[in-house]
C-alpha cells in the first residue's frame, strides 16, 4: 500500500492543472491562425483559469483504473481537454445577456463584454466543436457518445434550461436536485467515466466509479450554492449573492443551509464509500477537496 | 444503363425529403418529454420545412456508392439527420439579433422570436449535440471526425465568423469565395463525403465526390446571393435584398450578377466532369438542379 500512503493530493491537483493548462494550449489553433479573433475569444475563455476539475478528475480516473502517462497519453489527453472546453462553452453561453447576463468570470470581463455577443456565441459553438473533434480522436467511439448523453438535453443543456425556467419560484429539493443533476453533475460523472473508459475499464469499476461521479457531481454544485452565500469574495472571485439576486433555484433556498451542508457532507461520504475504509487516492483526495472546497 | 436512363430526379427528392422529415421527427425527443420547452424549440426550427439538401446528398451520395437502403439503413439514416441538425442549429444561432437579427426563417417567426432568445441559443447547442450524438452512433469515428471538420473554425464557423466581419465592406472575389466555401460549401461537401463514407467508398471515388461536393457547395452559396436580388419573394420565401440591406459579402456585389451566373454555372460543370459525359443519376440531377433552382 506505500503508493497509496503517498498520495500528495495538493501537489496532484497542482501538476496535472499545468498539465491541462499546456494541454488546451496545444490543441487549441493559435490566434495567429484565421480567423483569429474567433481563436483569440476562444482562448480567452478557455485560459482564463479555474480549476480544471473535470479533466483533473478524468487524468485521476484514469490512472486510478491503471492508465499511465506513456500509455498513448494523447488519448487520455485530448479526452481531458475535451471536457473542459465543453464546461468553458456552456459558461460563454450562459453569461450571454439572454441568458444569466453576467458581465465578470473570474475576475475578468467575460466573453461577450470583452468580443461582444456574436463573437461570443460563434466562441462558444466553435468549443463545443472542438470538444467533440478532440474527443472522435481519442478513437473512442463509446466516449463521444458518452459526451454527448452528458451535454445533450437529459443532461448539462436540460439542466441548463430547467435552471432558467425555475428563476423566481420557490424550488422543491426534488426540483434543485434534478437542476443540478443534470446542469453539473452529468459532465462530472461524465468526466470520470470517460477518464475509466480511456483505461479499458471493466464494467464493475465503471458502474463503481459512476456512484463516485454521481455523488461529487451532485456535491460539487450543492457546495457552489453554498459558497454563494458564505463565500469570501476574495477567494470565491465573485460577489456572494449573485444566486439569490437572480433568484436561482439553490440547495439553501429550497432546504435551508443547514440541511444543504448536511446533504453535501453524506454525498462525499457516499462518494468515498465505492473505495475501502480510509484508502486514501486521488480520487479520495478530489472527493474531500470538493467536501471542504472555499472556492 | 437502364438504371441510369430511369433516374427521376424530381421523384427522388420528394421521396428522401420525405424520409428525412420522418427520420427528424423519429431522432428528436417528442416535446412531451422534459425539457419541453426545449424539446419543442428543437422541433419547431427544425420541422419548419426546407429542401433537406445536405442529408438528400448523403443519400444520393450513399447510394452512388453502392449502399442500398437495406443495408444498415441506420447508419445512413442517423447521419443523415445529423447533417439536417447541424444546418439548423446554424440558422438558429445566425437569425439571433446579436447576429443576423432575422425576425423570418422560411415565412415563420424565427427560434428566438417564437421562444425568447435563451431557449433558442439553447436549441441551437442542443441540435448541435444531438447531431454529435447521431453521427457518433454510426460507429464510425471517422464522420465524427469529418463533420467536425466542417463545422469547426476552419469550416463553417470559420465562414460565419468572416462573414460577420466582411460586413460593410468591399469584398474582393478571393475573400467572398473562401467565406462561401467555408459558411456554406464545407458542410455541403461534408455530407456529400460522409454519405460516401456510410457506404465503404475507396479513396478514389471519395476523391472524385470530393470535387462534387466542393464545387456544387460554391455553386450552391452564389445562387443564394443572385437569388436574393433577382428571386421571386413568394418562392424564396423571403423578402429579396436582405444581403444587400445588411451590407453582407456576396458574389454579385463582389464582381457583378452576370459574372456570379457565369461562374456558378462553370462550377456546376466542374461537379459534373466526376462523371461520366451525358450520366444521368440522382447526383447529377442534383448538381444541375442547384444550377437552376429558384428557390
Same mark, same amino acid.
Given at each position: 500500500? #506505500?503508493?497509496?500512503?503517498? /498520495?500528495?493530493?495538493?501537489? &496532484? +491537483?497542482?501538476?496535472?492543472?499545468?498539465?491541462?493548462?499546456?494541454? $488546451?494550449?496545444?490543441?487549441?489553433?493559435?490566434?495567429?491562425?484565421?480567423?483569429?479573433?474567433?481563436?483569440?475569444?476562444?482562448?480567452?475563455?478557455?485560459?482564463?483559469?479555474?480549476?480544471?476539475?473535470?479533466?483533473?478528475?478524468?487524468? @485521476?480516473?484514469?490512472? &486510478?483504473?491503471?492508465?499511465?502517462?506513456?500509455?498513448?497519453?494523447?488519448?487520455?489527453?485530448?479526452?481531458?481537454?475535451?471536457?473542459?472546453?465543453?464546461?468553458? &462553452?456552456? $459558461?460563454?453561453?450562459?453569461? $450571454?445577456?439572454?441568458?444569466?447576463?453576467?458581465?465578470?468570470?473570474?475576475?475578468?470581463?467575460?466573453?461577450?463584454?470583452?468580443?461582444?455577443?456574436?463573437?461570443?456565441? %460563434?466562441?462558444?459553438?466553435? +468549443?463545443?466543436?472542438?470538444? =467533440?473533434? +478532440?474527443?472522435?480522436?481519442?478513437? !473512442?467511439?463509446?466516449?463521444?457518445?458518452? +459526451?454527448?448523453?452528458?451535454?445533450?438535453? !437529459?443532461?448539462?443543456?436540460?439542466?441548463?434550461? @430547467?435552471?432558467?425556467?425555475?428563476?423566481?419560484?420557490?424550488?422543491?429539493?426534488?426540483?434543485?436536485?434534478?437542476?443540478?443533476?443534470?446542469?453539473?453533475?452529468?459532465?462530472?460523472?461524465?468526466?470520470?467515466?470517460?477518464? @475509466?473508459?480511456?483505461?479499458?475499464?471493466?464494467?464493475?469499476?465503471?458502474?463503481?466509479?459512476?456512484?463516485?461521479?454521481?455523488?461529487?457531481?451532485?456535491? =460539487?454544485?450543492? *457546495?457552489?450554492? *453554498?459558497?454563494?452565500?458564505?463565500?469570501?469574495?476574495?477567494?470565491?472571485?465573485?460577489?456572494?449573492?449573485?444566486? #439569490?439576486?437572480?433568484?436561482?433555484?439553490?440547495?439553501?433556498?429550497? *432546504?435551508?443551509?443547514?440541511?444543504?451542508?448536511?446533504?453535501?457532507?453524506? %454525498? /462525499?461520504?457516499?462518494? $468515498?464509500?465505492? =473505495?475501502?475504509?480510509?484508502?486514501?487516492?486521488?480520487?479520495? =483526495?478530489?472527493?474531500?477537496?470538493?467536501?471542504?472546497?472555499?472556492?
Amino acid at each position: 500500500m #506505500s503508493k497509496v500512503d503517498t /498520495v500528495d493530493g495538493p501537489k &496532484y +491537483l497542482k501538476q496535472s492543472k499545468a498539465l491541462v493548462d499546456h494541454l $488546451l494550449d496545444e490543441y487549441l489553433p493559435s490566434s495567429d491562425v484565421e480567423p483569429r479573433s474567433l481563436h483569440e475569444a476562444m482562448r480567452y475563455s478557455l485560459m482564463a483559469g479555474g480549476k480544471r476539475l473535470r479533466p483533473v478528475l478524468a487524468l @485521476a480516473a484514469y490512472e &486510478y483504473c491503471g492508465g499511465t502517462k506513456d500509455n498513448a497519453p494523447d488519448t487520455i489527453h485530448r479526452a481531458m481537454a475535451a471536457l473542459e472546453m465543453i464546461h468553458t &462553452y456552456s $459558461l460563454i453561453h450562459d453569461d $450571454l445577456p439572454c441568458m444569466d447576463d453576467d458581465d465578470l468570470r473570474r475576475g475578468l470581463p467575460t466573453c461577450h463584454k470583452k468580443f461582444g455577443e456574436a463573437t461570443a456565441v %460563434l466562441a462558444g459553438d466553435a +468549443l463545443h466543436v472542438v470538444a =467533440f473533434h +478532440l474527443m472522435a480522436m481519442t478513437g !473512442s467511439n463509446k466516449a463521444v457518445i458518452e +459526451l454527448a448523453e452528458a451535454v445533450g438535453t !437529459s443532461g448539462m443543456l436540460g439542466g441548463q434550461i @430547467a435552471d432558467m425556467e425555475a428563476e423566481g419560484t420557490k424550488p422543491t429539493h426534488e426540483i434543485v436536485k434534478n437542476i443540478h443533476k443534470r446542469k453539473t453533475g452529468a459532465l462530472i460523472n461524465a468526466s470520470v467515466r470517460i477518464g @475509466a473508459m480511456m483505461a479499458q475499464a471493466d464494467p464493475l469499476m465503471l458502474d463503481r466509479l459512476t456512484t463516485y461521479g454521481e455523488n461529487i457531481g451532485l456535491a =460539487f454544485q450543492i *457546495i457552489d450554492d *453554498i459558497l454563494d452565500i458564505q463565500g469570501d469574495e476574495k477567494i470565491i472571485g465573485k460577489q456572494p449573492g449573485s444566486d #439569490s439576486k437572480k433568484q436561482k433555484a439553490t440547495y439553501p433556498e429550497a *432546504i435551508g443551509i443547514e440541511k444543504a451542508k448536511e446533504e453535501a457532507a453524506l %454525498l /462525499v461520504d457516499k462518494a $468515498l464509500s465505492v =473505495f475501502e475504509e480510509y484508502e486514501d487516492n486521488v480520487l479520495t =483526495f478530489i472527493a474531500r477537496f470538493i467536501g471542504q472546497r472555499e472556492c
